[in-house]
Structure formats: C-alpha cells, structure tokens
C-alpha cells in the first residue's frame, strides 16, 4: 500500500515508538527513544515536554478524551499520569487585545467593531505585547515586531517591521513605538528594534504590573507597580525613575486616568485604591476589587470587578454594581472589556445608574456627559425632563434632541425667546413645563402664585375641563366669560353634540359659527326663528340663514329672510338657483332692472336641457344676442354632425333672421351682418334641399319624383360651387343628379357628371355602379333631352345643364328663381325700382287700380266680334297689343359682357302692373323689398310671407294627388303644407 505526505517533512532527532492525538486533534503526543513524551502541532513544530526524562524508552502516550490529561508508558512498566496546563498569553492596549491561539497563532481583536485578524507564527509564542500600531511576539529564539500597514486607527492588517533574532528571557513584555521592555523580575530593560540594549533600571522589589500610558514615539511612560506596594513612573529616555506614591501591600493592576490626574490602584489585599497623583492623597477606596480600570471617555468614572462583581463608580457617588463574570480590563464610554479564564468579551453596560447620581444633586452638565456615553432612550428623556424642570435649557435641548423631542424642543426655543426679551421669572418657567407634563393642578397654584389666573384659565380650557376652569372667573372679565362659553361650544361641537354648541354659541354671542351648525344639520325650525330674532342690521347672520334654507329647499323661510333685509335682488337669485322660473319671471314684471338675471340663467338652463330654440328666445328677451347667437350657431353644428340636415336648414334660417336684427341694432358692423345674412340664407336653401338628397341615399324608398329629384341636385350642385357646407356630400349630389338624368334622358349631363365623379373618392358600396354607369352613358347620344333644358323667361335662352355659372342665365345673367317643392324654374323676374321711388311707394302704385279706358279692353290683345248668327274673338297681332310698359323692358333688353343688368321700372310701370302678377318679398329693414313679375300669369305661384320661398300651386297639386294615388283610401291623411314642407301624418310613418 502506498502513501501520500501531507505536510512538511521534519527531523525530531529520535526514534519516534508510539504517536497519538490530544486536544481533538490540535496536537500530537511522540513518545520515543529519547525517554520524553513530546508535544508537538499538527505541524511537527515542538512545544515542549510532557513531564520530567522517564527511566526508559516511551513505549506508548494517550490523551483522556475532552480533557487535559494525558498518560505515559515506559519501557521497564513505569507508568506516569500528567495534566497540561496552558497559561495565557495575551495583550491590550485600549480596544486592541491580542492573545495566542493553539500557541503558535496570534489573534488581534479590535474590541468595539469586533474584527479579527490571525498572524500565523508557526512556532511557540511565549509572550505578547500590543501598543497603538505594534505587536510584539516573542517566539524561543527569537522576537517579531509587527506594524499596522496604514496609519488607520480601526486597520487589522499588520506586516514585519523587525526581527530580533537573539533568545530573550522575561517575566513581562512591553513594546512602545520605538522600543521592546523586558522585565526580569526586579530588572527592567529597554531594547530598540535591532536588539540593542540602550537603558536598564533596577527596582527595589519584584515588578508585579506595568502599564504603558502613552507619550511621545521613543519617549513613552509607563507606570510600575512593584510588590513592596510602590508605584513608578519612568520614561524611556530617563535613566531616573519617578515614585508616585506608596500603598501598603503589593500592587496587583493600576490604572491611570485619561486626565491623568487620578492613580487607581489594586493592592493584595484586594482594596481599589483611588490618589490624586498631584496631592498625592487618597480620595477613595472600594473592597473587593481585583482589577480595575479609568473610563478612557470619562475623568470622573471608573470600574472594578471582583468576586464576579462589576462596580461602576462616578466621582464621589456610591458604588453601581452587577453580575459579572471575569476581570475587566478596559472601558470605554459605555462599553466593558472583560477577560473571563482566556476569553475576551465587550459588554454593553447602560450608564444609568451614574447619570442618575448627578441628576440628583442637579448637575445636569455631568449627568448629559454621562448620557453620551451610553444610556437608554428613557435615560435620555429623564435627563431632559429634569434639566427642563431645572431651567438648564442648553442640556434638556441636546437630551431632547436625541431622542427627537420635537414639542419639548418647540417648548425649550419658546422659553430662550422669552429669555432673550427679558423675562425672569423662573416660577413661571416652571408652571407651564408642568403644565406641559400634564401636571395640570400643580401648574394651575404656580400659576395663581405668579398672578397669571389668565394662564390658568386657558389652560383649563385648552383641556376641555370647564369646571375648573370657572373657578378662576373671578377676577376676568365679562369678556373672558364669553370666550370660555365660546371655547366650551367648540368642545361639544368636537364631541358631536351639535345642538348643545349651537345654544351655547348664541349665548356667547356668536351667532355665525350657531348658524353654521344649525345649517349643517338641517334644523330648519331652529334656523327660522333665529332668523326672525335677529336685527336688521346683523345683515350677515341673516343672509347666512337664508343661504341655509335655499341649500334645504326652503324657499318660503329663505325669501323671508330677504324680505326682512329688503334684499330683492337676492330673491331673484335665490328662484333661479332654485330653477323656480315663474316666481322669477313674475318678480321682474316688478322689477325690470332684474330681466338680465333672470333670462341669461333660464337661457343657459335651457341650453344645457336641449331646448335650444328656447333658449335663443330667452337670450334674446335678456338683450343678449351674441349669446343667442352662439347657442343657435352650436346647434346648427350639432344638427349637421348628427346628419339632421333639415334642422340645420332651419337654424341657419334663424340665423340670417338674428344677422338682420343685429344689422338693425348696430349700425357699425351692418355691412358685416347682412353679408352674413346672405351667407346664411344660403346655407338654410343649400341644407333644406340636401336633406331630400340624403334621404334618397339612405332610405329605401322616397316620395320625391325623379323631375322633383333632378331639380334638387342640379340646383345643389350649381349652389355648392362656390362654398363647401360642413356635411354636404358632393359625391352625394353628382350620384343623384347622374342616376336621375340617365332616366330622363339628360345623358350628356350625365356623362359630364360621371366624369366627374370618378375624380372623387367613391365610396365602396356605389364603385360598381358608377364605374358601370360611366361605361353604359357613354352607349347613349352625347346630348340632352331638350325638354330637361331651363329656359330663362326674360331672354327666353335654353340654358344648358352643365354650366360654369351658378343659378342663373348664361346669356342675360338673369338669377333664376326655383320652387321650394318641386325646384324647377319658376316664370319669375325679378325687377328693381328707379332711384327715388321707396318700397312703400311701389307696393301702392301696383295695388292702385289702373284708370278704365276704352283701349283697356284690347289691353290683352283679343279682339271680339258679334253677328246674330256667332260670335266670334282672335289674337290681335297689331303693335298695340303688345304696349305692356314692363313687357317692353323685357324685349329692350341689351347683353353688355359677363355683368347683369336688372330690370328697372318707373312708377308709369308700376301703375300699369297687374297686382296678381307681382311677387312681393317684404323683406325687414335695412333690406329692401324684392319685387318679382310672373311672367305667366295663368301659373299660379305662391309666396311664403315668412320666409319669402315660392311654390307653384299646380305643382304642389300634381305632387300631393302622386303620394294620395300611393295610399289605400282606408288611411285617414292629415296634411300640413308650408313653404318649406309638405308633411303627411299617417299612423306611425312620417313621409316628408
């Protein structure tokens, strides 16, 4: 079988005869031919032997399992039993503590942040020394110095600064910044780096302790402490060591302070003896101690422990003591370091009990310097209270500020304010802290004491508790009571007895904050007879009530109120809040100052209910008719976004109407408004036509013949030239103007319009028709039929159907004037009159009857003979016939380029005129009249005097007797007939 070597292979020197584990396997025990059991590490480095040189060879060694104790065989039957002691091997400087581990390893432990760092020496360390930024260690041939890599007080990271390579012998070990201290008992050696002696003192007495406190690199103190009970100071440059003082035993530990005022010493006898090293007199001494130690953070605190007892002690205050296990070794603020057999441990020790000795004799400023070390929240807070109570404001500030105090802190800087103008008086001072702890009787006799009853009475007050309160009433005013009452409504209001507030706010003469809480809660018979109590002249408690009483929809009680004030204005406001508009209305047939207040509500209410047409009458009975005209201009949008193209007609209509009224109204802006009259009345023509279009489109059927239809798109396509309304469709327009002049034959109109069409974008549903439209038109003679041609009747010129221009002839420029049902082109001219003659004036010379002569009776051109056999009657052809006056005009007519010349008569004209043959459009100022002559008398055309449309009856006629033969004679048939609309009302269908 083979092996494999693990470790460095060593030389022991002897024959190794029996090899065995002890310490679970930390160490080895080798019994051998050189007579000795030998301890050895893991390693094979030799730390010593087991016992003295046996008689014989070491046959066998064997460790007691978790123990100590380990036995040997000899060769000749001798039989040894040995227990191993290992001493600890330790050092501490502050919060540095170093120690051996497993007596090869050295541990540096940094006590307050608990790191630790591990120097492997890897051979047997018999002394340690710490101090500031070196270690030392002191191996059997040899001593390292060790050094901090970085100048950092909490670094653990430490590397060789020297080796002294020669084997030393010592008791104690100390190293210093420059220097290695050996002592031997009585002798004392001082050795640099390099291992050369520089200085040696010589004691009287054995050395028992030596403590290094500090000083300047290579000039460093140290205080002895020998065991005939003297205490030594030397320095490292001084041959000459100082005696600080005698005890009467030996010294065991010594400690000085951080003032290094004070010496504590701990002797054999066990006594912590406390000197002033200046006065060299004891100041104190404490039993039972076996350590000792200065707080580094504190002059006036110490520590001992002994007997498992650890005693804090602070200036000349008795004695805190606890439990604790070990010795102490350090303290630092509120932290112990405590050795417990070869442990090291840090305890948090709160510091209470000291800060509570200076509290008690009132010294705040030692008892804060205590709290910083370390105590509990509720330290903190004690400590403030009491610097509060003892007026030291600057210490109860920085205690309250700690744990975050914030209504003391508030407190203490309001107290400093009242310091800084003067103020003095420290019972004062002192009451309202107590009232601010909640010592409220004991604030309330301070209070008394310093004649400030008003303080108290606020106080009592402030905590709701009345009672005690009242009892200091008698020396305040009648003014104070009120406020008292006033304050206890505001406390029953707070716990929710709103009716005992409300009582108690009267009484106190608050009547707006009694108001509000009769208000709040809805107690309309307590609100109106609070209301009929209170004067006139409180006008706004009164108002208040009748707001109340409008939120409650008491309008009666709330009038009432007004009424009382004589407050008719807000009596208005208060029935149109209430939407109550008859009241209102019949308030301002009294007082008409008020309309403006009353109808722009009622309009904006009626707006906002849809009854816009309402609302615009409204507008403009409160003299408000821009708003009129905004709401009615909204309305006629909503109606073409929503596709209600008759409505929009009709709005638009309203418009133009309200345009003239404004014209009349504002002579500034009267050119703007007629132009927009225009504007509108062409809209209102262009959307009443449209709608039958839409209609054609979107229902199935329609009532409308394809002459009535054809009519409409032509007239909307010529209209819609110039302007594109919002909703009007020219796709639309062309697809009926085309369909419906393919079926009467108009087939170059219909190409021409096809054409155009396919420039548009088609909507997918009409693409197969119109394509195959165009294809099949163009199979058809490319002209129209003449009977679909618009002939003009002053110059008797066919138009034809597709022209450049708009509504009007292309040769005289004549304006042709449509029927309203059917839009064909009616026998109208329109004519103007002579400068100089008004409207009125033309209106009585056509309705005066023309003078009876004999040539009256050819005035027809008929002429008439009688025999007794026959009668007979001609046309007579003589130029006689013809000597109508406005005829003649007609026939003068002379084309001048592209402009139109109207038609103008005198008053000869105008007399000779038939009154049935004249239109008459009675438009309202500042327009003129329209005056038109039916040129075809026998046609009978009627004029709407609302809206100034014409129609002819017989095509009215024809058109009702087409629907009527599409009806069952069963259905009953209401008939309503306007110039806009022929409506028939059957059961649940309407036809328009």
């Known amino acids: 079988m083979g092996g494999k070597l693990v470790g460095k292979e060593r030389n022991i020197g002897f024959d190794p005869?029996?090899?065995?584990?002890?310490?679970?396997?930390?160490?080895?025990?080798?019994?051998?031919?050189?007579?000795?059991?030998?301890?050895?590490?893991?390693?094979?480095?030799?730390?010593?032997?087991?016992?003295?040189?046996?008689?014989?060879?070491?046959?066998?060694?064997?460790?007691r399992p978790d123990s100590s104790f380990v036995a040997v065989g000899c060769q000749d039957g001798t039989l040894a039993y040995y227990q191993l002691i290992f001493s600890t091997v330790h050092g501490l400087y502050k919060e540095r503590y170093a120690f051996r581990e497993n007596t090869t390893d050295v541990i540096?432990?940094?006590?307050?942040?608990?790191?630790?760092?591990?120097?492997?020496?890897?051979?047997?360390?018999?002394?340690?020394?710490?101090?500031k930024h070196r270690l030392a260690v002191q191996l059997p041939e040899r001593v390292v110095i060790y050094e901090l890599?970085?100048?950092?007080?909490?670094?653990?990271?430490?590397?060789?600064?020297?080796?002294?390579?020669?084997?030393?012998?010592?008791?104690?070990?100390?190293?210093?910044?420059?220097?290695?201290?050996?002592?031997?008992?009585?002798?004392?050696?001082?050795?640099?780096?390099?291992?050369?002696?520089?200085?040696?003192?010589?004691?009287?007495?054995?050395?028992?302790?030596?403590?290094?406190?500090?000083?300047?690199?290579?000039?460093?103190?140290?205080?002895?402490?020998?065991k005939n009970g003297q205490v030594w100071k030397i320095y490292l440059d001084n041959a000459f060591p100082v005696s600080l003082l005698k005890v009467s035993s030996a010294v065991r530990c010594l400690d000085l302070s951080a003032s290094r005022k004070k010496l504590a010493v701990v002797d054999e006898n066990n006594q912590c003896l406390v000197y002033d090293i200046q006065k060299k007199e004891l100041l104190f001494q404490e039993p039972n101690a076996n350590s000792v130690a200065w707080n580094s953070n504190c002059e006036e605190m110490l520590c001992f422990s002994g007997n498992n007892i650890l005693s804090i002690k602070a200036s000349n205050f008795p004695v805190h003591q606890q439990k604790l296990m070990g010795f102490v070794v350090g303290l630092c603020g509120s932290k112990i370091f405590c050795l417990h057999v070869s442990t090291m441990s840090t305890?948090?020790?709160?510091?209470?009990?000291?800060?509570?000795?200076?509290?008690?004799?009132?010294?705040?400023w030692d008892a804060y310097k205590v709290a910083c070390l370390g105590v509990t929240d509720g330290d903190w807070g004690a400590l403030g209270h009491a610097a509060l109570e003892g007026l030291d404001f600057q210490v109860a500030r920085?205690?309250?500020?700690?744990?975050?105090?914030?209504?003391?802190?508030?407190?203490?800087?309001?107290?400093?304010?009242?310091?800084?103008?003067?103020?003095?008086?420290?019972?004062?001072?002192?009451?309202?802290?107590?009232?601010?702890?909640?010592?409220?009787?004991?604030?309330?006799?301070?209070?008394?004491?310093?004649?400030?009853?008003?303080?108290?009475?606020?106080?009592?007050?402030?905590?709701?508790?009345?009672?005690?309160?009242?009892?200091?009433?008698?020396?305040?005013?009648?003014?104070?009571?009120k406020a008292l009452i006033r304050k206890k409504a505001d406390w029953a209001k707070n716990i929710n007895e709103p009716r005992a507030a409300a009582e108690m706010y009267l009484s106190a003469g608050d009547t707006r904050q009694a108001i509000e809480i009769i208000g709040e809660n809805g107690w309309i018979d307590m609100l109106v007879d609070v209301g009929r109590r209170l004067d006139k002249a409180d006008h706004d408690g009164i108002v208040l009530i009748a707001q109340h009483l409008c939120?409650?929809?008491?309008?009666?009680?709330?009038?009432?109120?007004?009424?009382?004030?004589?407050d008719e204005k807000s009596i208005v406001q208060l029935y149109v809040q209430a939407r109550e508009w008859k009241e209102a209305f019949a308030l301002t047939d009294s007082y008409p100052e008020f309309k403006d207040q009353v109808y722009v509500p009622y309009a904006q209410w009626l707006a906002e209910n849809d009854k816009f047409v309402e609302a615009q009458k409204a507008f403009h009975k409160a003299g408000r008719p821009d708003e009129a005209f905004r709401v009615l201009h909204q309305l006629t949008l909503n109606a073409v976004s929503e596709s209600r193209f008759q409505d929009a007609g009709y709005y638009h209509?309203?418009?133009?109407?309200?345009?003239?009224?404004?014209?009349?109204?504002?002579?500034?802006?009267?050119?703007?408004?007629?132009?927009?009259?225009?504007?509108?009345?062409?809209?209102?023509?262009i959307y009443y036509a449209y709608n039958t279009i839409q209609k054609y489109l979107d229902e199935p059927f329609t009532s409308y013949m394809p002459e009535a239809l054809f009519n409409i798109s032509r007239f909307l396509m010529n209209e819609t030239k110039d302007v594109r309304p919002k909703g009007v469709s020219q796709f639309a327009i062309m697809y009926c103007l085309a369909k419906q002049a393919r079926n009467l034959g108009a087939y170059k109109l219909a190409r021409q319009v096809l054409e155009k069409m396919q420039s548009l974008r088609v909507p997918p549903r009409f693409q197969e028709y119109v394509d195959l439209s165009a294809l099949m038109v163009r199979s058809k003679p490319y002209h129209d039929s003449e009977d679909m041609l618009p002939m003009c009747y002053r110059c008797s010129t066919y138009n034809p159907l597709m022209t450049s221009t708009t509504n009007c002839c292309t040769n005289c420029r004549q304006p042709f004037v449509h029927s309203f049902v059917s839009f064909e082109v009616l026998p109208l001219v329109e004519f103007q009159l002579e400068p100089g003659i008004s409207d009125e004036e033309a209106v009585r010379l056509i309705e005066a009857p023309a003078p009876f002569t004999e040539e009256s009776n050819h005035s027809r051109g008929w002429l008439q003979s009688e025999s007794d056999t026959f009668q007979t009657m001609h046309f007579d052809e003589s130029p006689a016939s013809i000597a109508d006056p406005f005829t003649a005009r007609l026939m003068s007519f002379e084309n001048v380029g592209d402009e139109f010349v109207p038609v103008v008569v005198n008053q000869a004209t105008l007399q000779a005129m038939d009154p049935c043959a004249v239109l008459i459009c009675r438009w309202p100022h500042p327009l003129r009249y329209q005056f038109y002559r039916n040129l075809l008398p026998d046609l009978q055309v009627t004029l709407c005097n609302c809206c100034n449309k014409v129609r002819t009856t017989h095509a009215m006629i024809t058109f009702l007797l087409v629907i009527y033969s599409h009806k069952t004679s069963s259905i009953k048939m209401k008939m309503k007939i306007n110039c806009h609309q022929i409506v028939f009302y059957f059961p649940n269908t309407l036809y328009s």
């Not at 432990?109 to 101090?131: E, F, G, M, P, S």
């Not at 709701?464 to 003014?479: H, P, T």
């Not at 418009?655 to 504007?679: G, P, S, T, V, Y």
Request: glycine letters at 6%.
């Open 347 to 364: 305890i948090e020790v709160p510091l209470s009990a000291p800060m509570y000795q200076y509290l008690e004799k009132k010294m705040f």
């Open 17 to 63: 005869l029996c090899v065995n584990y002890f310490n679970k396997g930390e160490y080895l025990l080798i019994g051998g031919s050189n007579r000795l059991c030998t301890l050895m590490t893991r390693d094979g480095i030799k730390l010593g032997s087991v016992g003295d040189e046996q008689p014989s060879w070491v046959w066998c060694c064997a460790a």
């Open 149 to 226: 890599n970085s100048g950092d007080s909490v670094g653990m990271h430490y590397r060789v600064k020297e080796k002294i390579n020669q084997k030393l012998e010592c008791n104690l070990l100390v190293v210093c910044t420059e220097h290695l201290v050996l002592c031997q008992e009585k002798r004392l050696q001082c050795l640099t780096f390099e291992g050369v002696k520089e200085r040696e003192w010589v004691m009287e007495s054995p050395i028992r302790y030596i403590k290094v406190v500090g000083g300047p690199p290579g000039r460093e103190g140290l205080l002895l402490g020998v």
């Open 653 to 685: 209509w309203v418009l133009a109407r309200q345009c003239l009224d404004i014209a009349n109204q504002n002579e500034d802006h009267r050119m703007e408004m007629i132009n927009k009259f225009f504007e509108h009345e062409k809209y209102a023509c």
């Open 108 to 131: 540096i432990q940094h006590l307050l942040t608990n790191q630790k760092v591990r120097i492997k020496c890897r051979d047997l360390i018999k002394k340690i020394a710490i101090y």
């Open 398 to 481: 920085q205690a309250f500020i700690r744990i975050k105090e914030l209504k003391y802190l508030d407190l203490i800087s309001e107290f400093q304010e009242r310091q800084r103008k003067g103020e003095r008086d420290k019972e004062l001072f002192l009451a309202d802290i107590l009232a601010f702890r909640c010592k409220y009787k004991d604030a309330a006799h301070l209070y008394q004491k310093c004649s400030q009853e008003q303080k108290a009475l606020n106080m009592y007050t402030d905590l709701r508790m009345f009672d005690l309160a009242q009892e200091f009433l008698g020396s305040v005013d009648s003014v104070d009571r």
């Open 551 to 566: 939120r409650l929809k008491q309008l009666n009680y709330a009038t009432e109120m007004y009424r009382k004030l004589g």
